[in-house]
C-alpha cells in the first residue's frame, strides 16, 4: 500500500543542511511510516532513534530538510557494497513526511545531496525502488537516473513478494578514482 500523498504547493520555507545526531529522532519519524503502513521499506519494523543515530554516522553523507523548524524529510548516501572495488559507489534515498509529498523536495534533496558526495570522490549512485512507486521512478528518471534492471520477487512484505528496480547515476569521471575523503 503505497504512502499517502500531501500535494501542495511547493514548500517555501524548506531549509536543507547537512544532519546532526539530534536529528535523528526527527528522521525516524519520517521512515517509520514506509515501514508500518507500506511495502516501500522491507523493514519489518521502524527503527529507534538510536538505529537512525548509528546510520546517519556510518553515511557517506545526510541531509535532512526542515519546514518550520519541524524535519520533513531527509537524503542520503551510504556505502553500495563491502569490496574495495566498490568504495567509489554509493546508494543513495529519499524519505519525506506525506504531508509534503508532490512539493518538489525529492528533487531539491538529491540536488543538494549530489555535489556533496561528488565532492567526496563518489562516482556512480544507485537506487532501489520497491515496486510499484511511480513517484519514486518518476524522481529518479527526471534526476537522469537510468533503469539498470528489476530484481524480481526479492523482499517479502504483507504477504506476497516484490520486486525492486534499480537504478543508477553516472556522476562522471572516467579516469582512475581519487581516495574517498570521509
Known amino acids: 500500500m503505497p504512502v499517502p500523498r500531501g500535494g501542495g504547493p511547493p514548500v517555501s520555507r524548506l531549509v536543507i543542511r547537512p544532519a546532526v545526531e539530534e536529528d535523528a529522532a526527527g528522521c525516524a519519524a519520517v521512515y517509520a511510516p514506509y515501514v508500518t503502513d507500506s511495502c516501500i521499506s522491507f523493514e519489518y519494523e521502524a527503527p529507534t532513534a538510536a538505529d537512525f543515530a548509528g546510520r546517519m554516522a556510518a553515511s557517506h553523507a545526510w541531509l535532512v ?7 520533513v524529510g531527509y537524503a542520503y548516501a551510504s ?67 537510468e533503469e539498470v534492471g528489476v530484481y524480481r520477487r526479492i523482499g517479502w512484505k504483507d504477504g506476497r513478494w516484490h520486486d525492486v528496480r534499480w537504478w543508477q547515476l553516472h556522476l562522471g569521471g572516467d579516469g582512475p578514482p581519487a581516495n574517498l575523503q570521509g
Open 65 to 71: 530538510a526542515e519546514d518550520g523548524g519541524a524535519i
Open 79 to 145: 556505502r553500495h557494497r563491502d569490496r574495495s572495488a566498490y568504495d567509489w559507489a554509493a546508494d543513495v534515498a529519499i524519505y519525506t513526511a506525506a504531508s509534503h509529498h508532490g512539493r518538489g523536495m525529492g528533487r531539491s534533496l538529491y540536488a543538494e545531496l549530489f555535489p556533496v558526495v561528488g565532492e567526496r570522490g563518489l562516482r556512480v549512485l544507485c537506487a532501489g525502488v520497491a515496486l510499484p512507486n511511480d513517484a519514486s521512478d518518476g524522481l529518479h528518471r527526471a534526476m537522469g537516473f
